[in-house]
């Protein structure tokens, strides 16, 4: 006969603790203590680690040890006899023994970078115990210690890498709760050192006072006697607390495995399809009766043959001609289109340690495991504290009786909530919980497998088209340039009366300037021509005292040059600097003329610190934090000014850290449209954030007209009704319907509204051509067919755009900004 104690119950799982919990609480005033032993990392001696913690284990106490596995296993630390230790313990004490990691979160706070610290902290873990004692039998690890290393702690990101209770470090009421994905999370406890004076004392206050309470003890600093001594002072008067039923103890994970109504297995079923007829008749029927009872299932294999199956979806799916094995093939390649966010590791035994989380190419790992021959079963006796995907092969299925008895347990547990079945890319949605920005990379990788960027190259046909484009686009600035002033006028709008609006922008003339480069380039006017046009504008440019310096003015007319808006705009500034050495570059204006343009101007007063700055209403706005800072910074280096750049993204860690740096950063800024990044492409050449920059918010677009029918050509653009001007672009830190806006200048709340985003939003006709000019793809020519069609105003130039409410463009109504990016644009596709 077997004697049941508490530390049998204990090991052999622990089923009964929380009838354990509900008996203590009816006597009122119970304690539900949760004892943590902490300090434990690098430099500590395992003799006393072991000699502490088998003081409390002996005793038939649960213990959680803190232990800092990622110091404990960081490269060149080699081999630490503390992880073998505290293998051994769990092996030895199950039931009784856990483990915790300190989250030592550095760096940048936003949600992928947790994701990332959740995702290393998962492979601590790994790296301490996939060798040694416990490399062939995994015990759960899903309890982190937070320092206040994280500011503002995501608690859903460390879920998403398998962890499931949090614990905030720091003297206080100790309050758990339930949150998120369901985490335990709590704060406060008695966090000091084991050997701290008066501690039994204060330890029995706060049992005394009943409820949760949590005694975090540490290790560090403290000497071994005194230690020794304090452990079994503790010892002692915990279990007399249990013997005389004043207190029950559980670790934090054992907490939350039955807080309320305990956890629900999370798992994905993914079943291959087979090769072979026998196996795949097999397959089909094993996915049609589960599927079709409301459980999802996912495809491996030659899945397409299949269909459409309803509650299925594919990953890495297979042509009917392919006879590699999927599974190995999609690990080993793990950039397939439908799970370029997922990479799967692949694992014979269901026991061994799981690798899951962020890793560092930003992709979600999972381990994926074997059914084995237990079946059903063996998957749903699965710990609940952590995440499975179960592969299901067709020898599994072969036989009808064990096909029917597998349908039939699985949707058993379905239906009782012992598990949650989800698709693959459910399960990775469930765990990653939607982190925008992350999904734009994911969705941007699927798009470079399914529509790569190509290059364009047009043939004769379209090359006659885009010069007859350019023609029209130059005929703008032939007619509307002043002949004393050589400044082309800001806007024209052509009915009964043409009325041409002489009032332009610094950003206008260097639209101007590049126009000139192009006409040059594409033989529109002869060098000669083009050299004199340079000339007179250069030499007609306006300045103006801007809190006593010179500058040129935020606004001015173009036929005398006076100033209309007082003030200095650094990014129209910038944009100048761009385009006059271009110029120069193409041989139509000497350095030294350009050289001196800037020298009369003083930069150096906008630019304190390197940080750009506007003058504007009288006084001067940092406006670092703009997306024309990256361009401009780019464009006044040749000319000895540097800046900082709004985009730093991290500045260390893989490539795919830095592009998600980089993205945040321009979430952080304000909604991102076509200008300026294509135009930093277009004018400068090749830049990796740009380039980036630019490859989202192509991906944004084609996915809004894959979802739903509708084009987006985001710019900012001139308008012909008040406000007059709007700013259009994509929210790179949403998704979905909220992510794309139409901003009014100056945001009057008359112009906050749906109404008025549905009628000033426009297919960008510069923006258009942008595209166009710098990748081949069946939605830039769909763009250009449409301009072509409704925005040519011949003998004009080209209108601002097409309204996408009417798709009929602004009628009569072009700019100066709208043809010289043209025909840069088309500069650059004929180059």
Partial sequence: MI???????LQGGAALLPLLGGAARAQGGVARVSLLLDGIGPGMDPGLVERIATTFLAAGLPLTCVADLAGLTAPGVGHAPLCDLLARLARQEPGLFDLALPIGMTGRNERYYQLRRAGALRDAVVRAFAEGPAADHSFPVVTLVDRGDVADIDHTAFR????????????????????GRGELVATGGIWTRLDAPGLEARIGAALAGGGDVLLA????????????????????????????????MASPARRR???????????????????????????????????????????AGRAEEFGELPGTVHFCATSATDTSPPLPQCIEDGARPDEGAITLHLSAEPAVWPRQGIGADGRLRLTLRELGPAGPDAVLRLSALEDHVIVIRPEHVLQPVLRAGMVQRFLQAAQSRQAFFHTLPGLASHLVAAEPVLERLWSLRRRRLTDPVLARSPDAGERARLMADARLAWRFIERFTDPETGLCAGTVQQGRTRIVNREATMWDLASQLHGIRVARQLALIDADEARARVALLVDNLPLAQVDGHP????????????VVTPGFDICDAGRFAVALDATVTAGLLERERAVSVLAGWDLAAALPGGRPHSHVLGRWIDTTASHCTAYIQRGLAPWGFGMVSPLAGPGTGSAADRQIGVLYDVAAIAPVGVEPVLLDLIEQGPEPKAELIAEVLFDAQLDWFE???????????????????????????QLGPAAWVVRALGEAPEHDTEEFRDRAELLSAKSAYLW??????????????????????????????????TMQAMPDYTDLNTNGVILAAIGHALR
């Fill in 160 to 179: 998403g890498a398998g962890f499931r209770v949090h614990l905030r470090a720091g003297d206080g009421p100790f309050t758990p709760g339930v949150a």
């Fill in 772 to 805: 166009a000019a710098l990748r081949s793809h069946p939605y830039c020519d769909a763009l250009l067919a449409i301009m072509r069609d409704k925005a040519r105003i011949e003998g004009l130039g080209f209108s601002v755009g097409v309204f996408t409410g």
């Fill in 217 to 248: 003890l540490s290790l560090a600093g403290g000497a071994a006697k005194a230690l020794a001594e304090s452990a079994a002072g503790i010892a002692a008067l915990l279990s007399e607390g249990l013997r005389e039923g004043r207190i029950d």
């Fill in 257 to 299: 495995l039955y807080a309320g109504t305990g956890l629900t297995l999370d798992v994905a079923l993914l079943v291959e399809t087979g090769f072979i007829q026998e196996e795949r008749e097999a397959a089909l029927a094993f996915v049609r009766e589960l599927a079709g009872a409301g459980v999802p299932l996912t495809l």
């Fill in 551 to 562: 500058l040129p003015p935020a606004m001015f007319r173009t036929d005398d040059r006076a």
């Fill in 3 to 9: 004697r049941l104690t508490r530390r049998r119950l």
């Fill in 707 to 733: 979802t739903t029918g509708r084009m987006k050509c985001a710019s900012e653009a001139p308008l012909n009704f008040a406000p007059w001007f709007s700013y259009q672009g994509l929210r790179v830190g």
